[in-house]
């Protein structure tokens, strides 16, 4: 008897998601049995038979790729209409990725994970941590005359992502920021007084906004991350340094966040060691 019940629910479920997906689509009985080259009393008949009899295979196959949705959606074994290869489409997307800080993707990322933890591995020192003087070191050959500008409206959008009640957890290499501090590599015309002023705000931040934000330093000899951000559940991101390449399924998401939660387990300096180091690399400029 519960056998028949539930051939019942699954029947009247697909009369309910076929009708639905062809009002979604404008389509008729008639144009949509004109698209799967059937009868038009087929279609009918799907839609009011009240008993537990589906359609053929082959019909809701055809009914499924005419109105664009999957014919698991249709049956009521998946939760998402679409069909399996703009599923795969929209797991995945590659985009151009400019060198500058005003960035509408990025913006858009974090408007969209509002609330959630988001985890970053940045390429180098993180830009919302950074002062106005190493902005503009950084980013004047390639912003020109508008650097100004171009941070001050960066600055705006950092301050709302601060204010917009998500946790950050950001996990750095220990070379990145130790020859940050000591003006080596990357960082070799950076002059000191900009590194000791970069080094009193990441001191100063990595106390006043724990444990909302917490920084960690990982030995890159041990472990390697290519830069990349997790935007809660929703999203992965890996920088590529040209492009951003973008995972929405949750098996992807899923095994980045691990390799965070890692980086983070096996850090040679956690958030609560961070003020202190900060202050004793400090210490060594002169």
């Not at 009899?53 to 049956?75: E, F, K, M, T």
């Not at 990982?218 to 990349?228: E, N, T, V």
Request: charged fraction near 25%; proline fraction near 4%.
């Amino acid at each position: 008897m519960q056998d028949i019940i539930d051939k019942r629910d699954r029947a009247a479920q697909f009369r309910t998601r076929l009708n639905r997906a062809m009002q979604d689509q404008n389509v008729s009985q008639s144009a949509l049995a004109r698209r799967i080259n059937s009868d038009r009393s087929t279609i009918s008949q799907a839609l009011t038979d009240d008993g537990t009899r589906l359609p053929g295979a082959h019909v809701i196959g055809a009914c499924a790729q005419a109105l664009g949705v999957s014919a698991d959606w249709l049956l009521g074994l998946s939760d998402r209409p679409e069909s399996a290869a703009a599923l795969s489409a929209a797991a995945l997307s590659l985009t151009h990725a400019p060198r500058a800080l005003i960035d509408e993707r990025i913006f858009g990322w974090h408007q969209e994970a509002a609330g959630y933890k988001i985890r970053h591995v940045p390429a180098v020192l993180p830009d919302m941590l950074k002062t106005q003087a190493m902005l503009e070191w950084e980013y004047r050959p390639h912003l020109g005359r508008t650097t100004t500008q171009a941070i001050n409206a960066s600055r705006d959008r950092l301050n709302w992502m601060r204010a917009a009640q998500s946790d950050y957890e950001i996990a750095m290499p220990l070379y990145e920021v130790h020859s940050f501090a000591a003006g080596t590599g990357y960082y070799g015309d950076l002059p000191a007084d900009v590194r000791v002023e970069q080094l009193d705000q990441l001191h100063s931040l990595s106390t006043q906004l724990y444990p909302r934000l917490r920084l960690y330093l990982f030995d890159q000899r041990k472990l390697y991350s290519a830069p990349i951000t997790i935007f809660g559940p929703l999203l992965a991101v890996l920088y590529t340094g040209g492009h951003y390449l973008a995972f929405r399924d949750r098996e992807r998401i899923e095994t980045l966040s691990l390799h965070f939660d890692e980086l983070v387990r096996q850090a040679a300096f956690t958030a609560r060691d961070m003020p202190d180091h900060f202050a004793e690399l400090r210490s060594r400029i002169r």
